[in-house]
């Protein structure tokens, strides 16, 4: 059945984010229509604001969701109404050469769903009855959302909706960019260069798997602060230094793993800057299509380093989610502290600006 629903939907680019009742269709063959508790606010959702992430407008925000099934189409056996789920912007196929390899998150058929479902189309209408995009094959970032069933993790119903939220991409990318990307040995040295919802989530991946030293680097004194509660052992405030990888190298002698949690060509090449012998640096961040990264090319074969990417955190999410969901029920990775604050729908441009001003660990748009 169709379903109004306020949503948070970018019209134009560089324009704040808008509230809009739309008109979500229900669920065709293989698709499923959730009710969403809670959507967690991305800097990835800005920049698909910007046009820095080109999705096309007009765009339904949001990739970072829990919610409770409601309605399930033709086909689908995997989820019931009401179930938990979390969203997830890895649409994959399941077949090709990279899903059968473990690889989900390079899924050749994952590009036609970029702002879209993986069909094409979309379930979504604004008040005028033309379509919307969705961002990441989602667009969660409103009261309900009809996805593909494999855009949807189900999840333990006894976590919070708005923790389990932003394991959909938050924790998911800062984790899996150790666990999974990196492989982090234990008693390494690490720095993260940019403390948000995903720099802080790297950070506490490397205190879960036994980083010796962790290094954080922001311009912002209050991310410098969280940090340090995330389990980072020293900072740098890149405002207080003439050169941040000079510095992380002077307190570390080289670190072992570089986070890149900006977005930034200039922060890319510091953080390969940063690296020791034999080091890896991981490029989290999304720049802007037309940014580029300049390395000293020897450093590559002479010192044995690695310059990598790493997408939604190599995850495989329907193995991943559940296993940082246990992590977090065991006490070792926290959720509850990375949740600043909570906004309403219709505060959604507020909690933007609150991102932008630097001020929450992640800020997550709760519903009724
Ligand atoms: P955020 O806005 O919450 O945090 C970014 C942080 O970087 C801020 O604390 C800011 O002060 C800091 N920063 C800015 N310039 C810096 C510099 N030159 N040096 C050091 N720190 C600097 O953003 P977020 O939601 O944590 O996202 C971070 C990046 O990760 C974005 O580019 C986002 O698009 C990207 N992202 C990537 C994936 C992926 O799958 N690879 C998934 C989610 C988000
Ligand atoms: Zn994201």
């Known amino acids: 059945m169709d379903r109004q629903a306020k949503a948070v939907v970018c019209r134009e680019w560089g324009q704040p984010v808008q509230v809009e009742t739309i008109t979500v269709e229900g669920p065709k063959r293989d698709e499923i229509t959730i009710k ?22 007009p765009l339904v925000l949001g990739h970072e969701a829990a919610g409770v099934v409601v309605e399930v189409g033709e086909g689908v ?34 590009r036609k769903a970029m702002f879209n479902l993986p069909d094409g189309t979309v379930r979504t209408k604004g008040a005028d009855g033309e379509p919307l995009n969705v961002f990441g094959a989602c667009g969660v970032m409103a009261e309900f959302a009809t996805m593909h069933v494999d855009n949807c993790v189900k999840v333990d119903e006894t976590v919070p909706m708005q923790n389990a939220a932003l394991v959909g991409c938050a924790v998911m990318t800062g984790v899996g960019a150790v666990f999974n990307t990196a492989k982090l040995e234990p008693g390494s040295r690490a720095a ?17 798997a036994g980083a010796e030293m962790i290094v954080a680097v922001d311009s912002n004194p209050a991310k410098l602060a969280m940090a340090k509660e995330f389990g980072a052992t020293h900072t740098v ?7 941040a990888a000079k510095a992380v190298k002077k307190m570390t002698g080289g670190v072992d793993y570089a986070f890149e949690c900006v977005g930034a060509g200039p922060v ?8 020791g012998r034999g080091g890896t640096a991981v490029v989290v961040g999304v720049a802007d299509p037309k940014d580029k990264t300049s390395l000293t090319t020897l450093t590559l074969p002479a010192d044995e380093r690695t310059l990598k990417g790493s997408w939604l955190g190599s995850a495989r999410p329907q193995h991943d989610f559940p296993r940082i969901l246990g992590l977090y029920k065991a006490g070792k990775l ?35």
């Open 36 to 57: 969403i508790a809670a959507c967690g606010v991305c800097h990835s959702d800005l920049s698909a604001t910007t046009g820095k992430i080109p999705y096309p407008p």
């Open 77 to 110: 056996t995997a989820f019931k109404e009401g179930d938990h789920v979390v969203s997830t912007f890895i649409s994959m196929c399941g077949k090709c050469s990279q899903c059968v390899r473990g690889r989900p998150v390079l899924c050749e058929n994952a």
């Open 192 to 208: 993260v260069f940019g403390i948000g919802g995903v720099g802080l989530n790297a950070i506490q991946g490397c205190v879960t």
């Open 237 to 243: 405030n890149i405002n207080e230094v003439e050169d």
């Open 268 to 275: 890319v090449e510091q953080a390969y800057k940063s690296l």
């Open 334 to 368: 926290k959720l509850d502290e990375l949740v600043t604050r909570t906004y309403t729908i219709e505060e959604a441009a507020q909690a933007f600006d609150d991102m932008v001003a630097g001020k929450n660990a992640r800020g997550v748009i709760v519903f009724e």
